[in-house]
């Protein structure tokens, strides 16, 4: 069974930056695609960003796009999310996710999900 371990998230002020890891393990993902998401207290899960398995393709969120960058690790069962210039209304808890396609700029058919790891951003 594979799991996903999400890290990196804390308590940072407005401008700043974090960089999130997911680390899995129990198989090799270097043939799926994976991505992040993010929920807000109270707000449904939404899409942040994916990448394809080979690395090759990425795709964001419009609010994020130009902030936040995706990527994946050499051996590839390792996936990075850095995020600069937070805001305020990007506090969330982020999740990894691992499996499906990328389709119409978001990730479907996830196979894979961790248990997230939670980003405050103050003001």
């Known amino acids: 069974q594979v799991q996903l371990v999400e890290s990196g998230g804390g308590l940072v002020q407005a401008g700043g930056s974090l960089r999130l890891s997911c680390s899995a393990s129990g198989r090799t993902l270097s043939a799926y695609n994976m991505g992040w998401f993010r929920q807000a207290p109270g707000k449904e899960r939404e899409f942040v960003a994916a990448?394809?398995?080979?690395?090759?393709?990425?795709t964001y969120a419009d609010s994020v796009k130009g902030r936040f960058t995706i990527s994946r690790g050499n051996a590839k069962n390792t996936l990075y999310l850095q995020l600069d210039s937070l805001k305020p209304e990007d506090t969330a808890v982020y999740y990894c996710?691992?499996?499906?396609?990328?389709?119409?700029?978001?990730?479907?058919?996830?196979?894979?999900w961790g248990k997230g790891t939670l980003v405050t951003v103050s003001s």
């Open positions: 996710a691992a499996g499906g396609g990328i389709q119409g700029g978001t990730l479907r058919g996830i196979s894979y």
């Open positions: 990448i394809n398995w080979s690395g090759g393709l990425k």
